[in-house]
């Protein structure tokens, strides 16, 4: 069904868009028939419809790829390797038009928009190679005349639940995995961000991947929480994998729970930033000027806790100042804008609540600190509290927005405390000169992910994930991401 919204963009090529899901070779609405708006941050217009799919339109999609599955499995897996190549090289074509989707569909700027895509094309080339590279192992004999060996299959169905934050890169980290392996998978994108998904399984398609291998089930905010737990619970699905929140990411793991699927969980942040008194101060600034104020502070691995040695607090306070008062917010797509709006308008909510009650227990604001209410979207100014304590809710949860959050700490033992007292533990960074310091914060840091001098640390070709409540299980990675779309199965073989 085509759009009645006129796109507030050109696109090279507009026959890459649907505004429909992708089930098997079919472009299909919701069973009800329902529709959503997908709406510009930028500008809070809608600019495309598409399905509002419910639980009722999940047995056609967990069945659809279930066949296909039937069929991937048994395919070379060279085969898969070709096909996820040219995939790859469809989606460098595509970039132009992807680059559009994004920045209309997440408000983040266009340079960031290519950004992102730069990083998901690194997933699929990443993947491409290593669906060539699932081995099995034979074991040291346990007696003379048994053999003991390992194969490696692929688990079936997946079904994969992703943020709005960066909807391609989520999109392409997971079945970039999922189709090395050899499994088929169904997507279930945000409701902010459905159609850059749609463009990737067009992609896939004209790249050759089978129908049923990549499908893609769009729905809207109300239909989102049982048409997620009827895809996890549905027999056919082997393997759910979840990018979100960590409230949401426990509800999944109770879906998933009674019929003991395979999980994936990355959720949620709160990452302390640390910077010692002997850090090389410049260093430290370029990246959290870039680590902090990306995509307006809507990313898993921002820097929510930023902590600042007292001999350095204050000149390192002043000069983030002067940079951030230099960032030019607006709308994505414009010419010149180093910052976009919020993707939801939930996130100026919660944004404003924080600063409030920062504000009430004692922190000064040393800028911005409200919503943009002097155009339409849902942009909020980048911020800067000081004199940030233990007791304020950003100490305590991801605050997902453009808020810079400065704790003066004394002693490296205290860094580490204050660092650790979260549920969370998904990334640190930690900024020093003095290589000691630095392997025991590595050791002593509870995170998945530790940035040292760097606040830029997520690549296809390492692991990323968390420990404590910020997940368990990797994506990307050798081997380690494609394990979790695979069995193992032991063999054993007695031989005269
Ligand atoms: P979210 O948890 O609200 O949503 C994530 C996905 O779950 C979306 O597809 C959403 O539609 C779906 N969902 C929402 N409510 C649901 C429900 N009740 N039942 C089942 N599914 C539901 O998260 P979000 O707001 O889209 O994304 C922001 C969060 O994601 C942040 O906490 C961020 O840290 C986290 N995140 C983590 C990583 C990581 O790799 N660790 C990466 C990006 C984002």
Redesign the pocket.
């Known amino acids: 069904m085509a759009t009645q919204y006129q796109l507030p963009f050109q696109l090279a090529d507009s026959s890459l868009v649907h505004f429909d899901s992708c089930v098997g070779d079919k472009w299909v609405g919701a069973k009800s028939g329902q529709r959503f708006e997908v709406l510009d941050p930028g500008t809070d217009k809608a600019w495309a419809s598409c399905p509002a799919n419910s639980a009722d339109d999940v047995p056609a999609a967990a069945e659809t790829a279930h066949a296909a599955f039937e069929q991937y499995r048994k395919v070379n897996p060279r085969q898969r390797a070709k096909w996820l190549l040219k995939w790859y090289e469809l989606t460098v074509a595509a970039r132009d038009d992807l680059a559009q989707i994004i920045t209309h569909e997440t408000g983040k700027p266009l340079a960031e928009a290519y950004g992102e895509l730069e990083y998901s094309l690194g997933f699929l080339w990443w993947f491409t190679g290593e669906a060539e590279r699932i081995h099995g192992s034979v074991s040291v004999p346990a007696a003379p005349n048994r053999r003991l060996f390992t194969i490696k299959q692929p688990i079936g169905v997946a079904a994969a639940?992703?943020?709005?934050?960066?909807p391609v890169a989520?999109v392409l980290r997971k079945v970039g995995a999922a189709l090395a392996a050899g499994c088929t998978i169904v997507v279930?994108?945000?409701?902010e961000t459905p159609v850059s998904s749609l463009v990737l399984a067009e992609l896939a398609q004209r790249a050759g991947i089978p129908a049923g291998v990549f499908n893609v089930l769009t729905t809207d905010?109300e239909n989102?929480?049982a048409l997620?737990?009827a895809l996890c619970k549905h027999p056919l699905v082997k393997k759910v994998t979840?990018?979100?929140?960590?409230?949401?990411?426990k509800?999944?793991a109770t879906h998933c729970a009674q019929g003991l699927k395979k999980l994936t969980l990355?959720?949620?942040?709160n990452c302390p930033f640390i910077v010692f008194d002997d850090a090389n101060l410049d260093q430290a600034l370029d990246q959290l000027m870039t680590l902090k104020w990306r995509h307006a502070g809507?990313?898993?691995?921002t820097a929510n806790r930023i902590y600042v040695q007292a001999g350095i607090y204050d000149r390192f306070a002043a000069l983030l100042k002067e940079r951030t008062a230099a960032i030019v917010v607006g709308h994505g797509a414009s010419a010149g804008t180093t910052m976009g709006p919020l993707t939801t308008p939930r996130g100026i909510d919660k944004a404003s609540a924080q600063v409030e009650d920062a504000r009430r227990r004692g922190a000064d604001v040393l800028l911005g600190g409200k919503p943009l209410t002097s155009r339409p979207g849902y942009f909020f100014e980048p911020t800067i509290l000081s004199g940030m304590t233990a007791d304020m809710q950003i100490s305590h949860e991801?605050s997902?927005a453009p808020i810079a959050a400065l704790y003066r700490f004394e002693t490296e033992d205290e860094a580490v405390q204050l660092a650790n007292a979260t549920s969370m533990g998904?990334a640190s960074y930690a900024f020093t000169k003095n290589i000691d310091r630095m392997w025991r914060l590595l050791e002593n840091l509870e995170a998945g992910m530790i940035g040292m001098n760097t606040g830029n640390q997520s690549a296809a070709e390492a692991p990323?994930?968390?420990i404590k409540e910020?997940?368990y299980g990797k994506?990307s990675g050798k081997e380690v991401a494609v394990n979790e779309y695979l069995v193992t199965k032991t063999g054993t073989l007695t031989i005269e």
Not at 188 to 191: D, G, L, T, V, Y
């Open positions: 639940l992703v943020p709005w934050n960066f989520m279930k994108p945000s409701p905010l989102t929480p997620s737990e979840f990018t979100g929140s960590t409230r949401v990411g509800l999944v990355e959720l949620g942040g809507q990313a898993c691995i991801e997902f998904l990323f994930g968390g910020s997940g994506e």
